[in-house]
């Protein structure tokens, strides 16, 4: 059971490339979302998703793209990256949107220049 | 949105003190969670809270929930240098979100 997987673990990008951040997990979760971290800025909510081919839009959602084709994996599409998007990204699940524990994956670094 | 402040920022205690971190929310809460991220880690859960003025411990952790349902607070006793981290709760209505954090540093 590896629990909330993400790769890759660092990455750097170039203004204006495009990438997909990965998350799975094997808990059979019902939700999952992701996270990014700012120094000072705490974890703020991008998107999220309560189920297979269902997702909806979090805090901080411009910039990002995601879907949800099986209950597993949850990727996180950066369509044109900006500076602005270094961070720390997080993906988390739980068995659903009102259960008590979230899971973290351990996260993926991502600069860019 | 509806936010959920955190205080203090930062906390730097001498090991052996005891450490509180205060989360607020403008709007009642139906519940609040707390987690631990340790530096170069990820968030962990720590505990939930749901019932008005409900109280929890873990160990040397104590955790509060307003009468009202809008603060709560985690009370560490006598802090380790194991404690070190972040420390944030998060309220969850059908998304998880979370407070600006309180990172607690300890010295031995």
């Known amino acids: 059971n590896a629990g909330v997987t993400q790769t890759p673990k660092f990455q750097v990008l170039k203004t204006g490339q495009s990438m997909t951040l990965q998350c799975a997990q094997d808990m059979n979760h019902e939700y999952m979302s992701w996270y990014r971290q700012d120094p000072g800025m705490g974890l703020r909510l991008i998107h999220y998703s309560v189920g297979a081919g269902i997702t909806d839009q979090g805090e901080v959602p411009n910039g990002y793209n995601v879907s949800r084709s099986t209950t597993e994996d949850f990727p996180l599409r950066l369509l044109s990256a900006a500076p602005s998007q270094t961070s720390v990204y997080f993906c988390a699940s739980s068995y659903s949107e009102r259960a008590a524990e979230q899971y973290f994956g351990p996260g993926t670094r991502l600069t860019v220049t | 949105g509806q936010q959920v402040m955190q205080i203090p920022q930062y906390q730097h205690v001498q090991e052996g003190e005891d450490f509180t971190t205060y989360c607020n929310s403008s709007t009642t809460l139906s519940n609040i969670q707390w987690y631990k991220q340790r530096p170069g880690g990820h968030p962990v859960f720590l505990i939930q809270l749901v019932k008005s003025g409900e109280v929890k411990k873990q160990k040397r952790l104590t955790f509060q929930f307003g009468e009202a349902k809008k603060n709560s607070s985690l009370h560490i006793t006598a802090t380790q240098t194991t404690d070190v981290g972040t420390y944030f709760c998060?309220?969850?209505?059908?998304?998880?979100?979370f407070g600006t954090g309180t990172r607690l540093q300890v010295f031995p």
């Open positions: 998060a309220r969850n209505t059908d998304k998880l979100i």
